[in-house]
Structure formats: structure tokens, C-alpha cells
């Protein structure tokens, strides 16, 4: 049977990122991947026919991934910051967030709410975030703290409003206008089905406020297919192999693992096995009992327009609001709304949803003849669209959710998005809709869940895991390496990280 030191199921990211560490070490690695392409979500695509337009079909900006291991892998990428943070369309105005103009934001603020009161609130909750980002995001590339020790590192108002109280309590206090609370908000519910009260919330909100002790979402250029380039050529290049079209059909805690290649079987064993994909296919792969389904509760849609469309607001250029995050009915009633319709069973009459343009900051995705015509990408995230609503009759309801999200976005724009939309040489609107279920067959993620189960906080459970990597398994031989683990989620290679140094760290 061939041996290698390590091998890792599943070649997204975080398994690349493992692979390419523990190549650079000195060790044999083999990634299996399931797909005919590695990188998992973290890849970009041409989705229309005849249109030369490269969309990050599933994951699309980057936040978290750490500068420690762009530095460390030699990875050549290309993150540009994106001076628009966001825009929300309110009536026949709106609130810009621009991160170059604190005047012009405060004004922005002040025609919408009636004062500064909730501008200064935003500044001081950012602040807050930020020196909470400061003390913990560096923690996450180390071996896990305790509960008290990450405590003693963070002042108490960030401990207390994002560790210990329900943010959506905090939010309330802070703020007086729903439409910025619920801005406020949308960061808590990425991925994400939870009610105000749930924790899981600010779970969600901590990992998207301290990436790189910032919280800014930069886009990759290239689309995520560029990612998923240089961390595949640094494992390639340090000595790793890459294998496609491997599906792994077992696995034994003595670190053999049986897969398929086209017609044929192979069996492998790895002085560790990395696990990329999510704990519930681990546990599959073991022949153990899996763990409860998550749910993802996401509708992700890419379109390709032949321009922007015409806003309600005349006091703001398209370009300025598609450039950063363009908030659609995410004020804090509205997403409270939501959710209770889709938790009837109900896919939510305005459907919650948020946008940004990937070409308006980076061109490079668009052939010659599309930037030459002025077209422009939309990469919208739905909220509140649990796996549970698309159950059993997918397509239906896939479509059903793509024209209540439309008609949403429709009721803030000042013409149809349908007028905008570019149409393929055949004919057909350059707009795709992908459902957890869609996710969970061509990705893997289950029930759609984009984390891969709940997301954790990041120290240890417990005494026992104090100085652990947080990707350990009752296995000796058998580690997470994916957004299962403890401190995962995200496009950021943490997992892979701290994988290879579980391994590293026995040897």
C-alpha cells in the first residue's frame, strides 16, 4: 500500500493551505479531491456561455485569510481594499458608509436618522470591534487559549458586548434607527439562521470583524480561482500531490483511506489523515455515527449585467453604492421579519439580501469585449433562506426565492434589475441561483451550511484543549483541517494552518 506522511481529503483552501506547509516541512502530502478542480468554494467560473466573465461562483471576498501565512507560503494575491464599506437604499435616499470621508458619511447619517447620535455610535462600536480584532486575531494561528486568558486579553466593553451579551441586545442599546441596526446586523447573520438572543449571532459577527485586525472585506483579483492558484501552486511547488476527480469512500482511524479514481479503486495510508470536508462527511467516511445536520440558510446569486442599474437616490453614483455592500430590506425589523416567515416554512415575502460588484473594484475578471462593453457583475447573498424551505422540491422553490429576491432588490432601485441583466448569446439572462441544496450537491457542505457546522469561539472548550490546536479528533491519526474545526469558517486557511502544525508539532 503507497504511504505518504499525510493525506488530506478534500482540496479546498484550508486543505491546500495544510498541504503546502506540511510539503514545505519535508513531508509526503496527497490531497484527494472530489471535484475535477481544487479549491472547493473558493473558485472562480464561467457561467453563461459565450460570456467571457469570471465569477467567484460561491465564496467571493477575503478577510480572514492571514497575512502570517500570505507571508508564509510566498503566496503572490492581490487584495484590494475597497474604499465603499457600504450603502443601504432607504426610500428616495439612503446611508453611505464611506471610508474616505467621515464628513461625508456623517451626513449621510444625519439625513437619514435626524442627527449624528447614531454616526457616533457607529464609530465607537467599530472602535470597539477593532481593538477587540487587535487582541484575538493573531490568537487564532496559535495554540488554543483558555476562555480566561482571551478574556484577560480584551478590554471589557468588547468581551461584554460580543462575548457575553446577545449582540442584538447590544445593537438596540447603541443605535436608535432600525435601518443602521439592522446594517449592524447583517454581519451577524451571514450563513447563519438564528433569531436575536442566539449567540450563534455573535459568533457570526466576531469572524467578521477581526480578519487581519481590521474586519475589511477585500477582493481577490483574479476572483477567487486566483486564492485557489497560488495556494495550490505553493503545495505543488513544495512537493505535495494534487490528485482530481479522487473521491475518498473510506477512511480507518489507522490512517488508510480507500478511494476512487474513474473505474478503479485505490487504497492509501497516511501517517495522518487531514480531514477537509465537513464533521458529519468525517464521521461518514469513518462508518460512525455523524453528528446533527446543520443548516445553511443562504441563497447566493451571480448575475452579469450590461450596466448598472439607475438608483432611486440621485445623490449617490451607482458606482459608489455597488462598489462596497448594497444592503437590500436589511433593517433590523425587516430581518426579524424574515425570519419568522422562513421559520413558518415560509420563504420571506421581501427577502433580505446584500450586494456588492466584483468588476467595479476589479476589472480583470472581464474578457476584452465585456469591459469594452461596460459590463459590470452582481454577486448577491440572500439571508434567511434555510435549507428547509427548498426541501424536497429544489428547483420549485430555488425559483420561487430567486423572484422574491429580485422583486426585493427591485423595490429599492429606481428601474427592474431585469432591464439590466445581460443576455447570453443563446438567449438566456446571465443569472444563477445557487440553494443549500445546490451547495450541498456540488460542494459537499451539508445541508448548505457554508461553515461547515456551527461556528465556535475561539479558545478552548476546556481545560483539556488549553495548548491544542483545535482541530484534534478522539483519532490520534485524524485531524480536521476544514471549517469544522475550532476557530474555522470562512475563506482563511486557518484550519490548514493549524492542522499542519497539530502534525508538525508530534514529530
Same mark, same amino acid.
Given at each position: 500500500?503507497?504511504?505518504?506522511?499525510?493525506? #488530506?481529503?478534500?482540496?479546498?483552501?484550508?486543505?491546500? =493551505?495544510?498541504?503546502? &506547509?506540511?510539503?514545505?516541512?519535508?513531508?509526503?502530502?496527497?490531497?484527494?479531491?472530489?471535484?475535477?478542480?481544487?479549491?472547493?468554494?473558493?473558485?472562480?467560473?464561467?457561467?453563461?456561455?459565450?460570456?467571457?466573465?469570471?465569477?467567484?461562483?460561491?465564496?467571493?471576498?477575503?478577510?480572514?485569510?492571514?497575512?502570517? #501565512?500570505?507571508? +508564509?507560503?510566498?503566496?503572490?494575491?492581490?487584495?484590494?481594499?475597497?474604499?465603499?464599506?457600504?450603502?443601504?437604499?432607504?426610500?428616495?435616499?439612503? /446611508?453611505?458608509?464611506?471610508?474616505?470621508?467621515?464628513?461625508?458619511?456623517?451626513?449621510?447619517?444625519?439625513?437619514?436618522?435626524?442627527?449624528?447620535?447614531?454616526?457616533?455610535?457607529?464609530?465607537?462600536?467599530?472602535?470597539?470591534?477593532?481593538?477587540?480584532?487587535?487582541?484575538?486575531?493573531?490568537?487564532?494561528?496559535?495554540?488554543?487559549?483558555?476562555?480566561?486568558?482571551?478574556?484577560?486579553?480584551?478590554?471589557?466593553?468588547?468581551? +461584554?458586548?460580543?462575548?457575553?451579551?446577545?449582540?442584538?441586545?447590544?445593537?438596540?442599546?447603541?443605535?436608535?434607527?432600525?435601518?443602521?441596526?439592522?446594517?449592524?446586523?447583517?454581519?451577524?447573520?451571514?450563513?447563519?439562521?438564528?433569531?436575536?438572543?442566539?449567540?450563534?449571532? !455573535?459568533?457570526?459577527?466576531? &469572524?467578521?470583524?477581526?480578519? !487581519?485586525?481590521?474586519?475589511?472585506?477585500?477582493?481577490?483579483?483574479?476572483?477567487?480561482?486566483?486564492?485557489?492558484?497560488?495556494?495550490?501552486? *505553493?503545495?505543488?511547488?513544495?512537493? *505535495?500531490?494534487?490528485?482530481?476527480? $479522487?473521491?475518498?469512500?473510506?477512511?480507518?482511524?489507522?490512517?488508510?483511506?480507500?478511494?476512487?479514481?474513474?473505474?478503479?479503486?485505490?487504497? =492509501?495510508?497516511?501517517?495522518?489523515?487531514?480531514? !477537509?470536508?465537513?464533521?458529519?462527511?468525517? $464521521?461518514?467516511?469513518?462508518?460512525?455515527?455523524?453528528?446533527?445536520?446543520?443548516?445553511?440558510?443562504?441563497?447566493?446569486?451571480?448575475?452579469?449585467?450590461?450596466?448598472?442599474?439607475?438608483?432611486?437616490?440621485?445623490?449617490?453614483?451607482?458606482?459608489?453604492?455597488?462598489?462596497?455592500?448594497?444592503?437590500? !430590506?436589511?433593517?433590523?425589523?425587516?430581518?426579524?421579519? *424574515?425570519?419568522?416567515?422562513?421559520?413558518?416554512?415560509?420563504?420571506?415575502?421581501?427577502?433580505?439580501?446584500?450586494?456588492?460588484?466584483?468588476?467595479?473594484?476589479?476589472?480583470?475578471i472581464l474578457g476584452p469585449a465585456e469591459r469594452a462593453a461596460g459590463v459590470q457583475t452582481l454577486? /448577491?447573498?440572500?439571508?434567511?433562506?434555510?435549507?428547509?424551505?427548498?426541501?424536497?422540491?429544489?428547483?420549485?422553490?430555488?425559483?420561487?426565492?430567486?423572484?422574491?429576491?429580485?422583486?426585493?432588490?427591485?423595490?429599492?432601485?429606481?428601474?427592474?434589475?431585469?432591464?439590466?441583466?445581460?443576455?447570453?448569446?443563446?438567449?438566456?439572462?446571465?443569472?444563477?441561483?445557487?440553494?443549500?441544496?445546490?451547495?450541498?450537491?456540488?460542494?459537499?457542505?451539508? *445541508?448548505?451550511? #457554508?461553515?461547515?457546522?456551527?461556528?465556535?469561539?475561539?479558545?478552548?472548550?476546556?481545560?483539556?484543549?488549553?495548548?491544542?490546536?483545535?482541530?484534534?479528533?478522539?483519532?490520534?491519526?485524524?485531524?480536521?483541517?476544514?471549517?469544522?474545526?475550532?476557530?474555522?469558517?470562512?475563506?482563511?486557511? #486557518?484550519?490548514?494552518?493549524?492542522?499542519?502544525?497539530?502534525?508538525?508539532?508530534?514529530?
Open positions: 500500500m503507497e504511504s505518504y506522511d499525510a493525506v #488530506i481529503v478534500g482540496g479546498g483552501h484550508n486543505g491546500l =493551505v495544510a498541504a503546502a &506547509y506540511l510539503a514545505r516541512a519535508g513531508r509526503s502530502v496527497l490531497v484527494l479531491e472530489r471535484r475535477d478542480e481544487v479549491g472547493g468554494a473558493a473558485v472562480s467560473f464561467r457561467a453563461f456561455p459565450g460570456v467571457d466573465v469570471r465569477l467567484s461562483r460561491y465564496s467571493y471576498l477575503v478577510s480572514l485569510l492571514p497575512r502570517k #501565512i500570505i507571508a +508564509d507560503l510566498g503566496l503572490t494575491l492581490d487584495l484590494r481594499r475597497r474604499r465603499m464599506s457600504s450603502y443601504t437604499p432607504v426610500g428616495d435616499g439612503g /446611508l453611505l458608509v464611506d471610508t474616505g470621508d467621515d464628513g461625508r458619511t456623517s451626513a449621510s447619517f444625519s439625513a437619514l436618522t435626524g442627527s449624528t447620535k447614531d454616526f457616533e455610535a457607529w464609530r465607537r462600536f467599530y472602535a470597539m470591534t477593532s481593538r477587540v480584532a487587535e487582541a484575538t486575531f493573531s490568537t487564532l494561528t496559535e495554540p488554543l487559549v483558555s476562555r480566561a486568558e482571551l478574556r484577560s486579553r480584551i478590554e471589557p466593553e468588547g468581551w +461584554d458586548a460580543l462575548f457575553e451579551r446577545p449582540i442584538a441586545e447590544t445593537l438596540v442599546r447603541m443605535f436608535g434607527d432600525d435601518t443602521v441596526r439592522g446594517v449592524v446586523l447583517t454581519d451577524a447573520l451571514i450563513g447563519t439562521f438564528a433569531d436575536a438572543g442566539d449567540f450563534r449571532q !455573535n459568533l457570526c459577527l466576531l &469572524y467578521h470583524v477581526i480578519g !487581519n485586525e481590521t474586519g475589511d472585506w477585500d477582493v481577490p483579483v483574479g476572483g477567487m480561482g486566483a486564492v485557489t492558484g497560488a495556494l495550490a501552486s *505553493a503545495a505543488r511547488t513544495a512537493g *505535495a500531490r494534487l490528485v482530481t476527480g $479522487a473521491e475518498v469512500l473510506s477512511l480507518d482511524p489507522d490512517g488508510s483511506v480507500r478511494y476512487r479514481l474513474g473505474d478503479d479503486e485505490f487504497a =492509501v495510508r497516511g501517517g495522518h489523515v487531514l480531514s !477537509n470536508v465537513a464533521p458529519r462527511t468525517l $464521521a461518514r467516511l469513518l462508518g460512525e455515527e455523524p453528528p446533527e445536520s446543520p443548516e445553511g440558510a443562504q441563497l447566493k446569486v451571480n448575475m452579469v449585467l450590461s450596466r448598472l442599474p439607475r438608483l432611486r437616490d440621485a445623490s449617490v453614483d451607482p458606482r459608489e453604492a455597488f462598489g462596497g455592500t448594497f444592503h437590500v !430590506n436589511e433593517g433590523y425589523g425587516q430581518l426579524a421579519t *424574515a425570519y419568522a416567515e422562513a421559520a413558518a416554512g415560509e420563504i420571506p415575502s421581501l427577502p433580505p439580501c446584500e450586494i456588492y460588484c466584483h468588476s467595479l473594484t476589479d476589472p480583470s454577486t /448577491l447573498f440572500g439571508l434567511h433562506m434555510p435549507a428547509r424551505l427548498f426541501e424536497g422540491r429544489n428547483d420549485a422553490a430555488r425559483e420561487e426565492a430567486l423572484r422574491a429576491t429580485l422583486s426585493s432588490l427591485d423595490s429599492v432601485l429606481a428601474e427592474p434589475i431585469e432591464d439590466c441583466v445581460l443576455r447570453a448569446p443563446d438567449g438566456r439572462s446571465c443569472v444563477e441561483a445557487k440553494t443549500p441544496l445546490d451547495l450541498e450537491a456540488e460542494l459537499g457542505l451539508p *445541508a448548505g451550511h #457554508i461553515f461547515h457546522r456551527d461556528l465556535s469561539w475561539p479558545y478552548a472548550a476546556d481545560a483539556a484543549q488549553v495548548g491544542r490546536w483545535g482541530v484534534e479528533t478522539e483519532h490520534e491519526r485524524v485531524l480536521l483541517c476544514g471549517a469544522g474545526a475550532v476557530r474555522g469558517g470562512g475563506v482563511s486557511g #486557518i484550519p490548514g494552518h493549524n492542522a499542519a502544525m497539530a502534525v508538525l508539532s508530534r514529530s
